[in-house]
Structure formats: structure tokens, C-alpha cells
């Protein structure tokens, strides 16, 4: 098993930025890769950022391509989600997830595939 803890979350301005945490614990040499996830209220979950824990390998959605960076450090076991330029349409629940199925990049952006689960970290962006 898998322990995700998330933190960072917060209330900003447009145009802020925040740093959201994810550090795993358990059996973390089980896992291939780690990705962000956000939902808003009454929408599906939706794919942010992932990236390949073996190379560093790194995919976003298009919708916070050129402003959201992921980061890993392995001897922490952390991932790292740096936010900037926020807008309000970036509010949401924010979720780490880490798969160990070695999966494909292309599937990095479904959430179903995902194996363990933070709890979430609210991100409220203000206008």
C-alpha cells in the first residue's frame, strides 16, 4: 500500500501562486508514476499534470500548460505541484495520485487507472 498526503492548498488572488505537496509513504518503490488531478464542484475529476518516476518524464493538460509545473524528488518521495498565473476557472479540489502499473504515458491523464489517492487540498483562486 500507499499513503499520499497532500498540502498547499489555499485562498490566492488571481494571477498568485501556490505550491501544492504530495509525499508518499509505504511501498513507494511500487510506483511507476505520479499525477495531479483536480475537481471542481459538479464536474468530473480532471487530469492536471503527471510525471514518469523513473525518468522525470512530464505531461500537462493544455489548460495549465506554460503555468503549472510538476516536480519530483525521489529521495523524498514527493511530488511537487508549482502554480502560477492562477485564474479563478482553476479553483478546485486539488488530488495526487500514484499508479504502479507502469502504465503507458498516453493513460497518464485517466484517473480511473490510478491506483492511490490523497485526500485532496482546496484551491480557491479569488478574481
Known amino acids: 500500500q500507499v499513503q499520499l498526503v497532500e498540502s498547499g492548498g489555499g485562498l490566492v488572488q488571481g494571477g498568485g501562486s501556490l505550491r501544492l505537496s504530495c509525499a508518499a509513504s509505504?511501498?513507494?518503490?511500487?510506483?511507476?508514476?505520479m499525477g495531479w488531478f483536480r475537481q471542481a464542484p459538479g464536474k468530473e475529476r480532471e487530469f492536471v499534470a503527471a510525471?514518469?518516476?523513473?525518468?522525470?518524464?512530464?505531461y500537462y493538460a493544455d489548460s495549465v500548460k506554460g503555468r503549472f509545473t510538476i516536480s519530483r524528488d525521489n529521495a523524498k518521495n514527493t511530488v511537487y505541484l508549482q502554480m502560477n498565473n492562477l485564474k479563478p476557472e482553476d479553483t478546485a479540489v486539488y488530488y495526487c495520485?500514484?499508479?504502479?502499473?507502469?502504465?503507458?504515458?498516453?493513460?497518464?491523464?485517466?484517473?480511473?487507472?490510478?491506483?492511490?489517492w490523497g485526500q485532496g487540498t482546496q484551491v480557491t483562486i479569488s478574481s
Open positions: 495520485a500514484a499508479e504502479s502499473r507502469a502504465l503507458r504515458p498516453y493513460y497518464y491523464s485517466d484517473y480511473k487507472l490510478y491506483d492511490y
Open positions: 509505504g511501498r513507494t518503490l511500487s510506483i511507476y508514476a
Open positions: 510525471a514518469s518516476w523513473s525518468d522525470g518524464s512530464t
